[in-house]
């Protein structure tokens, strides 16, 4: 059966579909919305191979339209110039304004795919259809949308919202373990800054390291949790403006590790992991969180396979110069999310720079 | 003094001001708003040779941190080539949310800066500063940013609101004739779709086709009132879901227009002109309008120094061919603004190719 986590945003409210073993009815769910009969699929060869029969049979047979575009994997094709072959692929199909962009993949898939949509003819139809953990609980929520400049990660995008997301949980088994554990660093994310029972759900699992040991229930629900987590923060501040920062919780930090290590070499999740740890330890400094919450975090992480100490090869100075440019430093500011809790965060800017050098350096390697 | 004219949207509200010698105001005028310290300002080597001094002396007066990027003039530089370059000096002056884009220009500079703004850093603040008549009284107002795709105008973009834009209507003195003439195309859309005192205004005024003849007084509310009524209907309907699209009038056939010339034989503004024409046709021969109006629109065109004929260069089942290609096209039924009236019109998709065709006919030099 279907769980059904309604968005409800002023202008554009959607729902985020669980739907364990449900991939074959994504047509007849798409038949129930109000779009158009085009539906042009963005996927990778790696998902497609997987799962593009299923999806493309279930639209044809709902009476959609259909084509498919392949991008090749990876976060190195996350850029302007793929986007603009998603746009020639929208011309050619001549696709109009009631016609749908569908993302078939994880997250760079679901980045570009929503920023070709938010900006084909000033914005198309776009549905979700996250493939990776780390797309389910995070990238295909909230509306954020876009590709990477040389120089920087997702400088470039757009606030835009989908139709529809639209989570089969157990497509999940053909992800690697390394992919399953990079999700797993977000929804350690949502039990440390916003629920304290996800949090605990986590701590009672067997084990979280890869997907074969959980059982199909206790998948969805902490998939259900997680996604049930980030709608309820980015429907109280859908632009970024005040609460949604707390998601940036070592994001900031994971984003800098990422930058500086060429994105690749350490993923997004294992990135954030690692980010979590550094600011977990500002916020034992400061006083914020006890040294039990922070043990309990650096558990979580570790029980999840994921690395908890920062690698040596990443030099302090380049860390802190890279922090500065992120987009979310405000008038030279870096703003940092700080757990005063399990299940609670808070935001501030006011870390001094021997705080931040000080946790940097107690978490790097020796 | 200054004109205000306030747009009221459910997002984002701002004001159209018209300030009459008031250019050297701007930087007082936008420390009211809540904008950051940045401003990196967009022009082209034209305009800016004009104005970029007066724009650059007022904004610093006033303590903004100012940066300046030229693209070169011209309908061909309206690409995504072109906001990549905007966004590689966005990064360079380490722009941030609160920073703002400036646009100092006409169209083109106008709806690539207002795409970049959009999509730097998913949105920072904008603000136009149109130089042209088109854009004063067009392009600037209503949020549709963006740039061209070889193969067809404004497919790739964003609907995007700026903070403010500002009006100067006497910096059109430098605007060669044939732009003001192209400006005047629209103003006399709103006269016959929106606006029938406009309407009567210009058919007073003792000539259009130049602005050296028109009092700073009639110039100033020919604008104001064009302003207003673009206004009245986008903040009726922010997306285009209805009632915006009477502003297409004439529009669809023009974009098919300036397609088949190659952009720039025909400017915007006489590829509308002659779309009106045609369009007009249409409705007199669908008996929606009488002879008389239609030739009163005639009239006004042929007073601004506008063609009143479709150069027979342009074939017949070429341009049919284009409007099928028109993203404003739904479900494969092109739509058709139609004036039923001076100051008025309704929307139809339902004209057969015949009516299209026989109206391109008549409307097309012998």
Redo the contacts between chains.
Sequence with gaps: MTHSIPVSL??SSYNVAIAPQQLPQLGTTLKTLKL??KILVISNPDVFNVYGETVMTSLEDAGFETASHLIAAGESHKT?ATV?QI?DMA?GQ?L???STLLALGGGVIGDMTG?AA??????IHFVQVPTSLLAMVDASIGG?T?VN?P??K??????YQPKLVYIDPLVLKTLPDREFRAGMAEVIKYGVIWDRELFALLEQAPQLATLQQLTPDLLTAIIARSCQAKVDVVTQDE??AGLRAILNYGHTMGHAIESLTGYGAINHGEAVALGMIAVGRMATHLGLWSTEDEGRQRALIAKAGLETCIPQAIAINDLLNTLQ?D?????GKIRFILPDGIGKAVISDQITERVIREAITEVTED
Tied chains: 1, 2.
Excluded: C, M
């Design positions: 002023p202008d158009g009969k302007l603009a746009y011309l001549r109009e304004r009631s920023f938010a900006t084909w003819l000033r914005g954020k876009g400049h120089q920087g997702n400088l470039i995008g757009a606030f632009k970024e440019w987009k979310k430093v405000k008038d």
